[in-house]
């Protein structure tokens, strides 16, 4: 069996078909930074901005908006704090923590996709962050939507991600290897 082929061309159709008519919202290759732009005088579609074209940016930043509610959704980045690169143990520690959903999130996407996952700590010039622990709150977090459910348009992706790479549905705890 050759192994999967997964290209970012592939995530910008099945974003644009699953959420384009109903959220006027797109998924845009970027270029440095990734960034969530609502709509405005310059554009008239909100943008899910993902960065230099790679699969697993696309994915992360689909998590940040399948979890956005709708004022968020009308903020630029949501309105999210960010602390770039650099940041010190106490920021570090509170960027997790608002990372843990849309981790947890992404990697139901992964499993769906049949894409290795990596948690992202984002900091490589700052604390030096506990991903073993990190991880752990991620699956957990996975774990609770198993249970209790996906955010909405999170299972949406989900669905549309396990169609077009042929996943058996529903995602269960043994496809989440911690």
Known sequence: MSPIEHHYQDLITLFDQQFF?????RLIK???????????DK?????VIFAHGYYASALHEISHWCIAGKERRLLEDFGYWYE??????????????VEIKPQALEWAFCVAAK?????SADNLNGATADTVAFKKAVYQ???????????????QFINALANFYQTK???TQEQFIL
């Open 21 to 25: 008519p109903h959220y006027n919202t």
């Open 141 to 155: 977090q996975v774990l609770t939507y198993l249970k209790k459910g996906f955010p909405e348009r999170g299972l």
């Open 169 to 171: 549905l529903p995602l």
């Open 115 to 119: 894409k290795p996952f990596n948690v």
């Open 30 to 40: 970027g270029n440095d930074e990734p960034l969530y732009a609502p709509a405005d």
């Open 84 to 97: 770039p690169d650099g940041r010190n143990e106490q920021q570090q520690k509170s960027f997790e923590q």
């Open 43 to 47: 554009c008239d579609y909100h943008q």
